[in-house]
Antibody
Framework: EVQLVESGGGLVQPGGSLRLSCVTS????????MNWVRQAPGKGLEWVSH????????YYADSVKGRFTISRDNAKNSLYLQMDSLRAEDTAVYYC????????????WGQGALVTVSS | EIVLTQSPGTLSLSRGERATLSCRAS???????LAWYQQKPGQAPRLLMY??SRATGIPDRFSGSGSGTDFTLTISRLEAEDFAVYFC??????????FGQGTKVEIK
């Protein structure tokens, strides 16, 4: 069974930093690209970032470029999102998701981690 | 950036009725790169369709169609578990990969 479990969410002040982790199981993590997608409270979905299987290709939404860094550790079956210079508008549930065909399409999703940016 | 506009915002229907959800793109999207997701309250999104193909485990009452800038998700006969929010997404060769704002299918 494919599983993705996010952790690391919480309350942070504007300008602060947070690191999300996503531990995966049930599939060969090193063979798949991964996505982070977020959803502000009561709002729609926003693709945030993508990393290829070997970390050779990284993509970011303009809204987070220069502030967020995606990475992975294939030996630990884990995906990360380092979030710096956080803003109130970054408040959202952050989902890690397995990408299909190295694209933005995601076939398996974690349960999400809530990040709240507030003073 | 490709903007996806979904309509209607809310669809009020009864069990057994047919649901037709629309997704319109600001520029042409290959039908192979248009997906639909279902999301229920408090849950993560679930992949339903990509192009005209159903994702694993998705019942055949769900179907996807369209081309160019106009796409449709059809649920032939609504079941109780189908009342949810539906999002379309384009995932062409170059990011950003964008989502529509969602259509809520509610019980009438």
């Amino acid at each position: 069974e494919v599983q993705l479990v996010e952790s690391g969410g919480g309350l942070v002040q504007p300008g602060g930093s947070l690191r999300l982790s996503c531990v995966t199981s049930g599939f060969t993590f090193s063979a798949f690209s991964m996505n982070w997608v977020r959803q502000a409270p009561g709002k729609g979905l926003e693709w945030v970032s993508h990393i290829s299987a070997a970390s050779s290709t990284l993509y970011y939404a303009d809204s987070v470029k220069g502030r967020f860094t995606i990475s992975r550790d294939n030996a630990k079956n884990s995906l990360y999102l380092q979030m710096d210079s956080l803003r109130a508008e970054d408040t959202a549930v952050y989902y890690c998701a397995r990408a299909t065909f190295a694209s933005g399409r995601s076939d398996y999703w974690g349960q999400g981690a809530l990040v709240t940016v507030s003073s | 950036e490709i903007v996806l506009t979904q309509s209607p915002g809310t669809l009020s229907l009864s069990r057994g009725e047919r649901a037709t959800l629309s997704c319109r793109a600001s520029q042409s999207v290959s039908s192979s790169y248009l997906a639909w997701y279902q999301q229920k309250p408090g849950q993560a999104p679930r992949l339903l369709m990509y192009g005209a193909s159903r994702a694993t485990g998705i019942p055949d009452r769900f179907s996807g169609s369209g081309s160019g800038t106009d796409f449709t998700l059809t649920i032939s006969r609504l079941e109780a578990e189908d009342f949810a929010v539906y999002f379309c997404q384009q995932y062409g060769s170059s990011p950003p990969w964008t989502f529509g704002q969602g259509t809520k299918v509610e019980i009438k």
